[in-house]
């Protein structure tokens, strides 16, 4: 079976840190994804990657970076955190583009 | 814009009976519709994916259509169970392997 796993179940954070959210697959994915998700809004797409240190923009990409060194981790990074970005973070991998996405568990992230 | 609309936004049925939920999506060419499960503060689950050249996938209790010219897909979950409460995403991948997803259908199934 695929795992996807998330580093943190639940992170507080203070505003203005520096805030790190690790996803590891064991599948050998070439595509690695990172989304938000909230009440109303729904899942939206943060950034992704098709390849070791290869990244692309999703749909709200402002206030995050990421991060791809070896092909199974995909890292998330909130620069400077800010209380907006207070949300469930999911992390999901595929082999390709007609492959399932498959999702990790969530990191709640609250930003106080 | 590319957008998925999943109704009813909620459903609440009794155990047993059969239920279907919508998803539509505004462009017909997709590459492929993946429907999730998801539960109370976890992660998604996939529970079936239909190719664009597919017309419908089964696995167990739950089929799921393919309708790319009407722009939509259900799926039915036959022989509701209490277990099967939980949050349903339709999610289209218009291309490029990014997912759009529908906001989801809460059913609760009562026992």
Redesign the interface.
């Known amino acids: 079976d695929v795992k996807v796993t998330q580093s943190s179940r639940y992170l507080v954070k203070r505003t203005g840190e520096k805030v790190f959210l690790e996803c590891v697959q064991d599948m050998d994915h070439e595509n690695m994804f990172w989304y938000r998700q909230d009440p109303g809004l729904g899942l939206r797409l943060i950034y992704f990657s098709y390849d070791v240190k290869m990244k692309e923009k999703g749909d709200i990409p402002e206030g995050y970076s990421v991060s791809r060194e070896k092909k199974e981790r995909f890292s998330l990074i909130l620069e400077s955190a800010s209380t907006n970005q207070t949300s469930m973070y999911l992390c999901a991998s595929n082999a390709g583009d007609a492959d399932t996405q498959y999702f990790g568990p969530g990191t709640r992230l609250t930003v106080l | 814009k590319q957008e998925v609309t999943q109704i009813p936004a909620a459903l609440s049925v009794p155990e047993g009976e059969n239920l279907v939920l919508n998803c539509s999506f505004t462009d017909s060419a997709i590459?492929?519709l993946?429907w999730?499960r998801q539960d109370p503060?976890?992660?998604?689950?996939?529970l079936l994916?239909i190719?664009s050249s597919q017309r419908e996938q089964t696995s167990g209790r739950l089929n799921a259509s393919l309708d790319k010219s009407s722009g939509r897909s259900t799926l039915y979950i036959a022989a509701s169970q209490p277990g099967d409460s939980a949050t349903y995403?339709c999610?289209v991948?218009f291309?490029?392997?990014?997912?759009v997803?529908?906001?989801?259908t809460i059913l609760r199934v009562k026992s």
């Open positions: 590459y492929n993946q999730f503060g976890k992660g998604l689950t996939s994916l190719q995403l999610a991948n291309g490029g392997n990014k997912l997803f529908g906001a989801g």
